[in-house]
């Protein structure tokens, strides 16, 4: 569409003001200003900032203060509807299309769009849509009439995570750039390597040269990381419900802590936590069997109705009784913001070390102690990097295989950069003689060190976590003889 520009002009904005009216906060946090100025001078931005830095305020706050209408990019449901809620509260108009938007509220949306000045504000959506001949053609309407005022990619690691094989309409999202090159992009995102920042800039056809980038560190001091070790032999369902009745059982006998409780009206058993499980049936066998000892969990997944995800996420979210704990799968991970998480517990080790810092980092977003535990066997490792294997070998037989076209490349190089990951985090699982901070740094290449001041294992006793090992693991003779008799090779564990 040559000659027509993306956006109109801004009058002069009082940032602050909006910031405290609109978003009911005092002040910017470091680094989010700037974030925001480049952003409204119209810059294409790439924020990569730890979890719970307050990226999405980055995108949200010019949305508000700018002419026209922000399209956010999002890969999660449960994510968008946590924010949505959020913006809804502050009074902002948003919206969102996703599979589960009904009929009528969907046309309505689009109506708007197809005004050509719309009133929505901001505008969620997936690749998926993005990706749709008549969605584009109510952006093109917005374009022309010089109302689309930025494309926000939240979460814009997924681009290269997924969009090599099994969401395709990631990669498809250099459309925007196409078409509409004048309108700016941001990017955000808590876990990029070096590799997938260049795949995220490249597929989304960013120009290096005008792209501004903030680079920030992944430091969460707050968390405390942990690694417990456990075999196929025990159940450590004992271990966890130990763990969380002694939280309980603390909060009760400091009177100190029961007098706050009860002046704020919480209830002693309101410690609220996620427990991730690799599988849909393990979120719901878990979750029964915690209402069973008297814990109120709930299941989540993306199998389950809209009414019941909706109702899990928005009890949880709220501290109801009976929805403390939510066991879920990685549907629940990205972006989620609930201030008082105080355990995240991998029930397993997850698939990527990206996932795991992720689903991690939805502890202490109110920057208070909290625990992040993962729970390690050697069979579960040697089950991951079966699958892993497995799925390495699919994607070379169907994307490109000998033949070396970009695309075929590129989610070769995506799906070892998967393999890596995991095997990254097979190795912080093992690493026993170096602070947990200091292995996620490095795994991110951040070159500051980070502070943790006893708030990981190997800083609270080293000693002990040698022997927690040695005497928790199966022993490598042992899984060496599984392996060679095949005990991994199922998919389902
Ligand atoms: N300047 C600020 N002052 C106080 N609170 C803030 C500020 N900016 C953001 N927050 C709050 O911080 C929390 C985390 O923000 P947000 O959800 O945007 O994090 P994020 O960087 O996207 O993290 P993640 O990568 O984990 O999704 C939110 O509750 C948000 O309201």
């Known amino acids: 569409m040559p000659g027509v520009p993306g956006k109109r002009i801004r009058p002069k904005v009082d940032i602050d003001f909006t910031l405290r009216k609109v978003f009911g906060k005092n002040s910017f946090r470091p680094v989010q200003r700037e974030v925001i100025v ?26 508000v203060v700018d002419y026209g209408i922000t399209i956010v990019i999002s890969p999660l449901l449960a994510l968008m509807n946590n924010q949505l809620s959020a913006l809804t509260n502050a009074g902002i108009n948003v919206a969102t299309i996703n599979s589960t938007t009904p009929y009528s509220t ?9 005004s050509g000045h719309p009133r929505t504000r901001l ?34 690691h997924c681009i290269s995570e997924w969009g090599h094989d099994f969401r395709p309409s990631f990669k498809q999202l250099n459309f925007f750039k196409t078409e509409f090159p004048d309108v700016p992009m941001i990017c955000c995102t808590a876990t990029a390597t070096q590799r997938v920042r260049n795949d995220v800039i490249d597929t989304l056809a960013l120009d290096r040269l005008k792209l501004k980038c903030f680079t920030m560190t992944t430091s969460r001091p707050n968390l405390h990381y942990e690694v417990r070790f456990k075999n196929d032999e025990e159940d450590h369902y004992d271990d966890f419900l130990s763990w969380l009745r002694n939280t309980y059982k ?5 009177p ?65 009784e009976g929805y403390d704990v939510i066991v879920a799968t990685t549907a629940f991970g990205m972006g989620i913001d609930k201030e008082n998480v105080r355990f995240v517990v991998h029930w397993q080790i997850p698939k990527s070390f990206e996932g795991f810092y992720q689903e991690a980092g939805r502890a202490g977003r109110d920057g208070k102690a909290s625990i992040c535990m993962l729970y390690y066997s050697r069979e579960d490792r040697d089950r991951a990097a079966t699958m892993m294997g497995r799925e390495v070998e ?44 200091k292995q996620i740094a490095d795994y991110f290449g951040d070159t500051t060190t980070p502070k943790c001041e006893w708030a990981c294992d190997w800083h609270k006793d080293a000693h002990l976590l040698a022997k927690k090992k040695e005497k928790g693991l199966a022993s490598e003779e042992w899984c060496s003889t599984q392996r060679q008799t095949g005990a991994y090779d199922y998919d389902d564990y």
């Open 256 to 320: 100190k802590r029961c007098e706050e409780l009860l002046q704020k009206k919480e209830r002693i058993t309101n410690v609220p936590g996620i427990i991730y499980t690799l599988y849909r049936k393990d979120t719901e066998a878990l979750a029964a069997r915690l209402r069973s000892d008297g814990i109120g969990a709930k299941p989540y997944h993306a199998g389950l109705t809209n009414e019941q995800k909706e109702d899990h996420l928005a009890s949880w979210i709220a501290n109801k």
């Open 250 to 254: 603390r909060r009760e006998s400091h």
């Open 106 to 114: 969907k046309q309505a949306i689009l109506d708007d769009l197809k």
């Open 394 to 437: 699919r994607n070379n037989n169907s994307n490109g295989g000998g033949n070396a076209n970009a695309s075929g490349a590129r989610g070769r190089q995506a799906m070892k950069g998967r393999a890596d990951s995991l095997q990254a985090l097979i190795k912080y699982c093992e690493k026993v003689d170096q602070c947990r901070h």
């Open 38 to 63: 480049a952003a409204l001078e119209g810059r294409d931005v790439f924020l990569q900032a730890a979890t719970s830095f307050g990226k999405s305020l980055c995108f949200q706050l010019p949305a």
């Open 123 to 156: 505008l969620y959506v997936t690749p998926e849509l993005c990706a749709t001949d008549y969605f584009r053609r109510h952006l093109r309407i917005v374009y022309e009439q010089r109302e689309l005022a930025r494309i926000a990619v939240d979460e814009a």
